[in-house]
């Protein structure tokens, strides 16, 4: 059974930063592809950034780029998302997804990815 569970979230003000972690069992962080999506209220997901894990590929959604990074720790099995120069617009509940084999690798189909933790919310106040 895939399982995960984000953590790091919390409340910032904008310019700050904050690191989420997605602690992952039943899936192998190496193997698969895997990625951040987001949701605001009354907005619909966002794919924020993905990566194939095998080989260390990253893509990420305009409205993130150059300000957050995707990483991944093979030995714990733990996904990261580093959020650097946050806007009041990144506020949001941020969601760990891993794709099932088959599944585009991409932010767009990231959303839709067959698993997902629970969320994390992050509030970026101005």
């Known amino acids: 059974q895939v399982q995960l569970v984000e953590s790091g979230g919390g409340s910032v003000q904008a310019g700050g930063s904050l690191r989420l972690s997605c602690e992952v069992s039943?899936?192998?962080?190496?193997?698969?592809?895997m990625g951040w999506f987001r949701q605001a209220p009354g907005k619909e997901r966002e794919g924020v950034a993905v990566t194939y894990t095998r080989t260390s590929t990253t893509s990420y959604a305009d409205s993130v780029k150059g300000r957050f990074t995707i990483s991944q720790d093979k030995v714990k099995n733990t996904l990261y998302l580093e959020m650097n120069s946050l806007k009041p617009e990144d506020t949001a509940m941020y969601y760990c997804?891993?794709?099932?084999?088959?599944?585009?690798?991409?932010?767009?189909?990231?959303?839709?990815?067959?698993?997902r933790g629970q969320g994390t919310q992050v509030t970026v106040s101005s």
């Open positions: 039943g899936y192998t962080v190496m193997r698969g592809c």
């Open positions: 997804a891993a794709a099932r084999a088959g599944e585009y690798c991409n932010t767009v189909a990231l959303p839709s990815f067959a698993y």
